[in-house]
């Protein structure tokens, strides 16, 4: 390899590598943990997510190592043209309509692969909208503005939530060339870098106060904006995936405010003593 490639190839690593931080802010990764009903299991569930973690994303890159040797061949698949963002995430479904083609007991393993993604979205879909809906009616409503609601009104916000998403849904997916991975990857930098800095300090830093949390998490956002539309489009080395740097600035952030404001409370140092001997 060529000095001009060896830096290139080196900069696809780092920001496709740069897609793991976005785990540590995922709602429906996180909501698993904090749903456990014994904590003495959190260290086998976190085997568990590791290892399933592992399985899960392996078998993506091995699917898009098959479909980079497929797209050459027009007689494997119907549409071999999966250069597109929108005609490659088809590839799983062409796979298994392939498949389907050669008898009835393939017929079957190709529905099975269907039922995985709808699975696998349903699961993913439901997590997404409870989080959703509980955030506004109970975070946002009860919490940030202080609005008192009894049982009925938190559950009719919370059905009026899904509701609102739902059309946005269909608005975002009413262009049928539009990219679902475009959208996701701007939406899962947008958690890891909001939620993401601020799960990993207060549990590593007991320093951490709600000031620097508050900071890193209005600047990790931000700056996700900043870089998707002011930085990255001038391309080069600038064309980094905007979790990255938005994950470092949220970070940072929560460093610098969290040593230039109050120590936090002692109720809150204790808590986290407990935890970490747990």
Do not use: C
């Amino acid at each position: 390899m060529t000095g001009e490639g060896r830096p290139f190839k080196l900069f696809n690593v780092v920001t496709t590598m740069a897609w793991g931080l976005g785990y540590f802010g995922m709602p429906h990764v996180l909501l698993r943990f904090m749903a456990i009903k014994n904590p003495n299991q959190l260290k086998l569930s976190r085997r568990i997510a590791s290892i399933w973690v592992v399985f899960s994303l392996g078998i993506a890159v091995f699917l898009g190592i098959i479909a980079r040797a497929m797209k050459d061949l027009p007689d494997m698949l119907d549409h071999s043209d999966l250069t597109s963002s929108s005609k490659a995430e088809t590839l799983i479904v062409e796979i298994a309509n392939m498949i389907s083609k050669h008898g009835f007991a393939f017929a079957l393993i190709g529905g099975l692969i269907i039922a995985g993604i709808l699975a696998s979205t349903m699961s993913t879909a439901d997590s997404q909208l409870i989080a959703a809906s509980s955030a506004v009616s109970e975070n946002i409503i009860q919490d940030v503005f202080k609005v008192k609601m009894n049982e009925k009104m938190a559950m009719l916000a919370a059905r009026l939530t899904l509701i609102v998403v739902a059309v946005l849904g269909i608005v975002l997916a009413w262009n049928p060339d539009s990219s679902v991975f475009n959208i996701v990857s701007f939406a899962w930098a947008g958690f890891g870098a909001v939620f993401g800095p601020v799960m990993i300090m207060a549990l590593f830093w007991k320093r951490a106060n709600k000031y620097g949390a508050l900071a890193g998490m209005l600047g990790g956002g931000g700056m996700i904006f900043i870089w998707k539309f002011a930085v990255r489009p001038m391309g080069g080395v600038w064309d980094l995936y905007e979790l990255l740097p938005a994950f470092l600035t949220g970070i940072i952030l929560i460093v610098v405010v969290s040593l230039l404001t109050p120590k936090p409370e002692d109720e809150i140092v204790e808590e986290f003593e407990k935890v970490k001997a747990m």
